[in-house]
């Protein structure tokens, strides 16, 4: 399978599209990790890069990584693709040869605003157009020198968003602006189609380039922000439950025993839990643990206890730990994953909430705690890293129309052999 993430740089040829492909809309961060395969081709030309997250270096060496031929042109494909070409992604057409021999570096040289209806119509102007329209003037000494530069300093000093015909065209002659509109040379096309067309001739033969694919914590957190065939991602479920569930702090930890204990299950004891969370170097025996629990916990719990909750608080902030993972897991084990997407799903779709101030006041109604003194402990319960991170989960997720409290278990007492074990421990 071919999937082609396109938009105004194939606009008019879109219907036309040679060979069998599955057209994709512009691709943003994640994008490219949620339909490729091994043994499939991606051939990437446009992606946003302004108004939502840009395609990362990483997912792309990923896909190399794992078998997927990645191919780029005419704009961000271009760009990355110059940028990539040591690893195995291949560059096609002019735009990425002026990128890959440092003829451009800017990515406003490719950037344009396009239509929202699905049509991607363009609304301004891209610099490296621009560029081939002039050299191809010179050539036909249609243009002189000087009225180049001015031409190419006034497109240079607006913003690409900016850079309307009406706008860089604006000191212009009547007579040249004609001129220049008559011969315009849409080299982003060219280099969209012929990328396109190219790729669709060429077999399959997607390869290993022997880069390092081990990911990294954002690699982790972008395949986990797409989910395909899913209406909420892994990382808005975790917000919305992570600061509206009455429960999740007790679910994390049950998950992480599961986890921790590798099958084993009632037969560890504490004692041997806390050896295995020390021997994995997420907490020590000479570790203060104030920070990472409540009053409550150290009246109530054994310095055990103590040493694993603190663990199964602290993973979340391991970089490329999976502790998202075993939580998922342990949810689609007890039947509780697929009502709970679509309950938080439905949750998101209807928004509403209020934002803005009073986010520690509200954080603290819905934990139950006092402010502000009990909210650092209650954030590393419920997995967020540090006091901005739960702060700006906290405001997301009020934003989505999360409005009240939460329960992931009916039963507090039900669900997993750890019960026994956690209604003394987690409350």
């Known amino acids: 399978m071919i999937h082609v993430y396109a938009g105004p740089s194939l606009a008019e040829n879109r219907a036309s599209l040679p060979g069998p492909f599955c057209i994709h809309p ?35 060496l990923s896909l190399i990584g794992s078998g997927v031929d990645v191919w780029g042109a005419a704009s961000i494909g271009a760009l990355r693709a110059a940028e990539l070409a040591v690893h195995g992604m291949k560059g096609v057409g002019c735009v990425f040869s002026w990128y890959r021999h440092g003829l451009l570096d800017g990515d406003d040289e490719v950037a344009v605003l396009h239509s929202a209806d699905g049509r991607y119509e363009q609304l301004t102007i891209a610099m490296v157009d621009l560029r081939a329209t002039i050299h191809r003037l010179l050539a036909e000494k249609r243009l002189t020198v000087r009225e180049a530069r001015r031409l190419l300093t006034r497109c240079a000093t607006l913003a690409f968003s ?13 007579v040249l602006r004609e001129e220049v509109e008559k011969n ?51 990382i808005d479920l975790a917000t919305v439950l992570g600061v509206g ?6 679910v994390r930890f049950s ?7 590798g099958g084993q299950g009632a037969a560890l004891k504490w004692e041997d839990l806390a050896e295995r969370v020390i021997s994995l170097g997420l907490v020590s025996k000479n570790d203060h643990l104030v920070p990472w629990t409540t009053p409550l916990e150290r009246d109530t719990c054994t310095f055990e206890q103590l040493m694993c909750l603190t663990a199964s608080r602290r993973i979340s902030s391991v970089p490329g730990a999976p502790w998202m993972d075993p939580v998922l897991a342990w949810l689609d084990r007890e039947g ?48 967020f890293k540090t006091w901005q991170e739960l702060l700006t989960f906290g405001d997301r997720a009020r934003s989505r129309g999360l409005g009240e409290r939460l329960r992931i278990v009916a039963d507090p007492e039900m669900v997993t052999m750890w019960s026994w074990r956690l209604s003394s421990v987690v409350r």
């Open 184 to 234: 315009w040379v849409g080299v982003k096309s060219q280099d969209a189609r012929h990328c396109v067309e190219l790729a669709s001739r060429t077999p399959l033969s997607a390869k290993w380039c022997g880069h390092d694919t081990r990911p990294t914590a954002l690699q982790w957190y972008w395949e986990r922000s797409a989910r395909p065939g899913s209406r909420i991602s892994d």
């Open 255 to 261: 998950a992480f025993l599961d986890e921790l204990a």
């Open 26 to 60: 512009p691709a943003a961060a994640g994008d490219l990790l949620d339909c490729a395969v091994p043994g499939d081709r991606v051939v990437l030309i446009d992606g946003y890069l302004a108004n939502r997250r840009s395609v990362r270096h990483k997912e792309i």
């Open 336 to 383: 509780l994953l697929g009502p709970l997407r679509d309950r938080v799903a439905a949750l998101i779709d209807h928004g509403g909430g209020a934002s803005g101030g009073g986010i520690e006041r509200w954080l603290g109604e819905m934990f139950d705690v006092p402010v502000p003194e009990g909210l650092p402990v209650e954030g590393r319960r419920r997995g």
């Open 162 to 174: 900016e850079r309307t015909p009406d706008a860089v065209f604006a000191e212009l002659p009547d």
């Open 245 to 250: 569930a009455v429960d999740w702090p007790r």
